[in-house]
Each structure stands twice: as structure tokens, then as C-alpha cells.
T-cell receptor
Framework: DADVTQTPRNRITKTGKRIMLECSQT?????MYWYRQDPGLGLRLIYYSFDVKDINKGEISDGYSVSRQAQAKFSLSLESAIPNQTALYFC???????????FGPGTRLTVT | AQSVTQLGSHVSVSEGALVLLRCNYS??????LFWYVQYPNQGLQLLLKYTSAATLVKGINGFEAEFKKSETSFHLTKPSAHMSDAAEYFC????????????FGTGTSLTVIP
């Protein structure tokens, strides 16, 4: 089984709808991250979490919110989706500072 | 502030030829540097990482990278390209800190021509 899983893998939604992307990990890592990937822009950090009680904004947090329900679960919400949030979203985890990050398979989100 | 520049958004090489993907970084402190590969419809997979132990770092699938502080570079190379190397490659930098934030380059798409 994969160490970092994301659901759903693909989602099409309409403008104005609320949507939640979920991430689960079995690696036992404290640090979790949400990124979005756009062609030509690489990966940009949306939010990250040190642990259940610590949530931090990343580079592009506007229009997004997150919830860390447990050490293993980190959810990303779009309160009112808009078309320019169409992107590939990745969840990642890391064990400690300066260690590599481990990525999930991604969620492809399309907002029409 | 950290930043990563990957020169060349698209690189094409012939099968068997040298692969060279460029990465330059800016960092106010000694960085940790990473190369990731992304195959179509998949997540990112770590190729190799520089953590200040040795300047020449060997990774998976025959890739290696050399950290050059004077040039602020961490270029990725492979002596002989295989068809299976066709993918998107990302360079990333981390200065540490409790959150272990990464800063990614914009990526280089590698095409291998048979």
C-alpha cells in the first residue's frame, strides 16, 4: 500500500462549490504539506503543518483552508471554488527538518 | 529568501546521450538540495539529495548531481539517457527550519529521442 494517499484522484466541480481534498499517510511523519502544481510554475506551497496543533500558511493560501484531523490526516478545502483553482494538487510529508518530502499521487481538480 | 532557477523548461536528448539538467539556487544559509522526478500521472519521487556530506551526490537510476557553492549550482547529470528517463524533473531547496519548507523550481521536461 502507498505511504501517502490522496482522495479523490480526479474531481470536476462547478464554480462556487465547496470541495475537500483528503490526504492520509502511514509514514508516521509529523510534518504535512499541500502544494498545487501548474504548468510552467512548478509546485507552490499552500499550507503546511508541523503537527495537529500547528497550521501555517504557505505562499498561496488565499482561497484555501486546511484541517489536520490527526497526525495521519490533512485535508485541503476550497470554500468556493473558482476556475483558476484548476490544478494538480499534491500532499506531502516529511519526518524532520532538512529531510526529504514524500509525495502522494496527486488530485487533478477541474473547476468549470 | 530562497529561490530555485531551472534553466530550460524543455530538454531533448538522444537515447544514449548525456543528460544535463541545470539548477541554480539562492539561499542565505547553507542549503539542502533535492532533485525529484515526476513521471506522467504520478507524484514526485526523490532522485537524490545534497545534505552537505559530499559535493557529488549519486542517486537512483544512474543520476548524479554536483553541488558547487561558488556557482550556486546543483546540476543533474546522467551519462547515457534511456527512453525511460523521459519525465519532468524538479530541483528544490530547503534551508531547514522547523517546518522544513521546500522551494521548487519550475521544472524541466526531458524528452528522449530514440
Amino acid at each position: 500500500d502507498a505511504d501517502v494517499t490522496q482522495t479523490p484522484r480526479n474531481r470536476i466541480t462547478k464554480t462556487g462549490k465547496r470541495i475537500m481534498l483528503e490526504c492520509s499517510q502511514t509514514k508516521g511523519h509529523d510534518r504535512m504539506y499541500w502544494y498545487r502544481q501548474d504548468p510552467g510554475l512548478g509546485l507552490r506551497l499552500i499550507y503546511y503543518s508541523f503537527d495537529v496543533k500547528d497550521i501555517n500558511k504557505g505562499e498561496i493560501s488565499d482561497g484555501y483552508s486546511v484541517s489536520r484531523q490527526a497526525q495521519a490526516k490533512f485535508s485541503l478545502s476550497l470554500e468556493s471554488a473558482i476556475p483558476n483553482q484548476t490544478a494538480l494538487y499534491f500532499c506531502a510529508t516529511s519526518e524532520r527538518t532538512l529531510s526529504e518530502q514524500y509525495f502522494g499521487p496527486g488530485t487533478r481538480l477541474t473547476v468549470t | 529568501a530562497q529561490s530555485v532557477t531551472q534553466l530550460g523548461s524543455h530538454v531533448s536528448v538522444s537515447e544514449g546521450a548525456l543528460v544535463l539538467l541545470r539548477c541554480n539556487y539562492s539561499s542565505s544559509v547553507p542549503p539542502y538540495l533535492f532533485w525529484y522526478v515526476q513521471y506522467p500521472n504520478q507524484g514526485l519521487q526523490l532522485l537524490l539529495k545534497y545534505t552537505s556530506a559530499a559535493t557529488l551526490v549519486k542517486g537512483i537510476n544512474g543520476f548524479e548531481a554536483e553541488f558547487k557553492k561558488s556557482e550556486t549550482s546543483f546540476h543533474l547529470t546522467k551519462p547515457s539517457a534511456h527512453m525511460s528517463d523521459a519525465a519532468e524533473y524538479f530541483c528544490a531547496v530547503s534551508e531547514g527550519g522547523p517546518g522544513n519548507q521546500f522551494y521548487f523550481g519550475t521544472g524541466t521536461s526531458l524528452t528522449v529521442i530514440p
